[in-house]
């Protein structure tokens, strides 16, 4: 169970914070290696040849390549506490569900408000708002996703949190007054220590995403 | 024994991985055939978000996406393993069935490509992908799973017959023996197991279909 573990990082990827925050959920010590996404490290050619992306989690030096595999491989091998994923299958085909729901869905959707302009993006910033309301009927009452505590459809979602701040204004759009279930779960998860301390300044990813802009869209 | 259903569609491969899953372990279900031009309460009822099939009802309770299925059927009834015990070859099992789910994009443009119009880069982006498949995926086991059929093999079960089918609509042939040997073999060998063989859509009835499709606009919603 215990052994190296080290994470190919970097700071505002949502998908690499999934990982950060399901280590420090269960309290897991790691190194963090920042990459060069402009300038990829051997080390991360190496470790992930197909895609060649973070997050990587390297553990006894093997690799483990995309964010919500790592999650379910952290859950298991370290499954000793604070488990991600229900224990009865049902319910854990439902977290499975929907938190491919927010790759296939939300994560696009978002990416279009962003990296877009015109009709594209109108097209984009009405998906990511209907994606949202859409998981806002799977959250219902419950205070998480997960029920009443935080679990991997929550840890799954939480971490593009820290670019709604860049989707609103690149976007031109209120977040919380079309989703404001959404944002009070969001300030719920920023309560606890483990994700207040994991996601980035919401301010510092936006001066992040306008400079990314910049080599999506001429403006 | 709770009651299984699975809601399918005939010449959908993504169906096809559930029935295999399903036959694999010995789980006796109930087959519904859905018109997705056509939906059915039934079908919107147990899939609202995404309305398409396969789904699978458990003692009245469903279950969406083939993949998160597998895992599901994976679970409940563990007799025939589909998955390796170990933590970190699990999560290679999944690196590589999510590899395949990625891919969507260019067996799409596969699709679309005709003999008077080959679409050169879709024809490219597969040989390379099937090239990855067979050297890093496969390697030199006889199935993804290794002796036996796991659901990585299932999840790219598709290759050996749905696939088969595009390449002869699209007259270029990809999965071949000169550029893909041990993938062409494992492609053999996994439509040649009983199980296999005797659940596949007939595959003149599949041309038809996806002569029809190709026609329309749009494809059919499965997944």
Known sequence: ?219 | MEEVQLLGFWPSPYSYRVIWALKLKGVKYEYIEEDLRNKSDRLLQYNPVHKKIPVLVHGGKPIAESLVILEYIEETWPQNPLLPKDSYERALARFWIKFGADKGPIFSAFFRSTKEELDQNAIKEIAEYLKILEEQALGDKKFFGGDNIGLVDIAYGWLCHWFIGMEEMGGVKLLVPSTVPRLHAWAENFKQLPIIQENLPDYTKLLAHFKSLREKTTGYDAR
Request: glycine share 6%; net charge negative; charged share 25%.
């Open chain 1, 1 to 219: 169970m215990a052994g190296e573990v080290v994470l190919l990082d970097f700071w505002s990827s949502m998908f690499a914070m999934r990982v950060r925050l399901a280590l420090a959920e269960k309290g897991i010590k790691y190194e963090s290696k920042e990459q060069d996404l402009s300038n990829k490290s051997p080390l991360l050619l190496e470790m992930n040849p197909i895609n060649k992306q973070v997050p990587v989690l390297i553990h006894n030096g093997k690799p483990v390549c995309e964010s919500l595999i790592i999650v379910q491989y952290i859950d298991e091998v370290w499954n000793d506490k604070s488990p991600l994923l229900p224990s009865d299958p049902y319910q854990r085909a439902q977290a499975r569900f929907w938190a491919d729901f927010v790759d296939k869905k939300v994560s696009v959707a978002a990416k279009n408000v962003w990296s877009t302009k015109g009709e594209e993006q109108e097209a984009g910033k009405k998906e990511f708002l209907e994606t949202l309301k859409i998981m806002e009927g799977e959250l219902g009452d419950k205070p998480y996703f997960g029920g009443e505590t935080f679990g991997y459809v929550d840890l799954s979602l939480i971490t593009f949190y820290s670019w709604f701040h860049a989707y609103e204004v690149l976007g031109n759009i209120n977040i919380e007054a079309e989703c404001p279930k959404i944002i009070a779960w969001a300030k719920r998860c920023m309560q606890k220590e483990a994700v207040a301390k994991t996601l980035p300044d919401q301010k510092k990813v936006y001066e992040f995403v306008v400079q990314l802009r910049k080599m999506f869209v001429s403006e």
